[in-house]
């Protein structure tokens, strides 16, 4: 292809295409703290590694990662990150392009919907650009094999033309780091999976970790929390850092209507009692799952989808949210047949006085 032919391509994908990507780009920031962020409020999400507690091993090898990048001049190869959510994909995707010192551009797998709204965010990347794609195990498979070339030679291949004279023209991009995230590994295609030189999984956090963050987001939201508050809050974020900074703002505005200057353990407990989150840190709709296994299907196996038409809830909303942290905690079991209670679980619902 000659130069004017390609100049000419990427003026339209640039203008025509990539408008509407960027668009869709904006438009994807949904999430509680990106409003956060656009209202100027401080923002507790960590932009370093050092603000970034736990996650120990990942956090590791990805700074070896970035350093070696740094050191051979490189651009750091293509990163998946998976795992639970409000787990800190976003974050650390963020962090990474921060101690890279590169540029970082997002989108998610949804908000890319034709291959050309791929090609256009790809051909207008910097050199050396982080280019996030959250819920990647969303993108379609016409999209995906845009991205294959482009994450292994910096290349795409793009049809123009139609019918007989339609030909695939390659266009060279500039080298960009890929970081994907995903709550659903499992749903990544193996041709995408295998592109990825590296695989980070993220677990649930411990309480030491979870009481680390909530003390750093108290101290930059200026709410006064005692280290007994903070473990009582940590104890019942089911190992998230999205929940803990959440159940920290919900109880401060307890304190503030109750008059208490600071957040210690017996607001934090009281307040939490109101949101009708129990000590292990599960609500109504984890021990209404609990008791539905119980109740209706003699503690299992039971199928997912029965589970979820019992519950009247979303089964996506069950097998990302709900069901990791109960296996987690050794409640629920997983085997070939289904979902079984276990004899935790039974000791629980024998037990909490939670249970309507
Ligand atoms: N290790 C951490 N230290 C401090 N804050 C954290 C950490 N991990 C996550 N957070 C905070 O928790 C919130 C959720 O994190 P994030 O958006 O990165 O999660 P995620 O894994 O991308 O979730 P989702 O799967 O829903 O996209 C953010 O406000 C972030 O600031
Ligand atoms: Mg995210």
């Known amino acids: 292809m000659n130069q004017t032919t390609k100049n000419t391509m990427i003026n339209r994908l640039d203008s025509d295409v990539r408008k509407v990507s960027i668009e869709r780009i904006s438009s994807s920031l949904e999430s509680e703290e990106d409003y956060e962020l656009q209202d100027k409020a401080p923002s507790i999400r960590p932009s370093k590694f050092s603000e970034y507690p736990g996650q120990l091993e990942v956090k590791r090898n990805l700074q070896v990662y970035v350093e070696a990048s740094k050191l051979r001049k490189k651009t750091l190869d293509h990163i998946i990150l998976h795992g639970a959510p409000g787990l800190g994909k976003t974050t650390l995707a963020n962090i990474v392009a921060n101690e890279l010192g590169v540029p970082f551009v997002s989108t998610s797998g949804p908000a890319i919907d034709k291959a050309g709204d791929l090609a256009g965010i790809l051909t207008g990347l910097e050199p050396g650009t982080l280019l996030f794609i959250d819920e990647i195990h969303r993108l379609s498979i016409k999209v995906e094999e845009i991205l294959y070339g482009a994450m292994e030679d910096f290349a795409i291949d793009l049809?123009?033309?139609?019918?007989?004279?339609?030909?695939?023209?390659?266009?060279?991009?500039?080298?960009?780091?890929?970081?994907?995230?995903?709550?659903?590994?499992?749903?990544?295609?193996?041709?995408?999976?295998?592109?990825?030189?590296?695989?980070?999984?993220?677990?649930?956090?411990?309480?030491?970790?979870?009481?680390?963050?909530?003390?750093?987001?108290?101290?930059?939201?200026?709410?006064?929390?005692?280290?007994?508050?903070?473990?009582?809050?940590?104890?019942?974020?089911?190992?998230?850092?999205?929940?803990?900074?959440?159940?920290?703002?919900?109880?401060?505005?307890?304190?503030?209507?109750?008059?208490?200057?600071?957040?210690?353990?017996?607001?934090?407990?009281?307040?939490?009692?109101?949101?009708?989150?129990?000590?292990?840190?599960?609500?109504?709709?984890?021990?209404?799952?609990?008791?539905?296994?119980?109740?209706?299907?003699?503690?299992?196996?039971?199928?997912?989808?029965?589970?979820?038409?019992?519950?009247?809830?979303?089964?996506?909303?069950?097998?990302?949210?709900?069901?990791?942290?109960?296996?987690?905690?050794?409640?629920?079991?997983?085997?070939?047949?289904?979902?079984?209670?276990?004899?935790?679980?039974?000791?629980?619902?024998?037990?909490?006085?939670?249970?309507?």
Do not use: C, W
């Open 159 to 356: 049809i123009v033309g139609q019918a007989a004279s339609a030909r695939s023209v390659r266009m060279e991009i500039s080298p960009f780091t890929l970081v994907g995230a995903t709550t659903r590994l499992s749903l990544l295609s193996r041709p995408l999976l295998s592109r990825f030189g590296i695989q980070e999984r993220l677990e649930f956090y411990d309480s030491a970790a979870l009481e680390e963050i909530l003390t750093r987001s108290a101290g930059i939201l200026d709410i006064e929390l005692t280290p007994q508050g903070a473990a009582e809050i940590a104890k019942r974020s089911r190992g998230t850092p999205r929940l803990a900074n959440r159940l920290l703002k919900r109880v401060g505005d307890f304190a503030a209507v109750a008059k208490k200057n600071s957040i210690d353990k017996d607001v934090a407990h009281l307040a939490l009692l109101r949101q009708g989150v129990d000590d292990h840190g599960f609500d109504r709709v984890d021990r209404k799952i609990l008791q539905i296994m119980q109740e209706q299907y003699s503690s299992g196996p039971v199928g997912i989808d029965a589970l979820a038409a019992s519950l009247h809830e979303d089964r996506a909303t069950i097998e990302d949210v709900y069901e990791p942290y109960l296996v987690y905690r050794g409640f629920i079991a997983r085997t070939p047949r289904g979902r079984v209670l276990t004899q935790i679980a039974e000791k629980y619902l024998s037990t909490s006085t939670f249970l309507s």
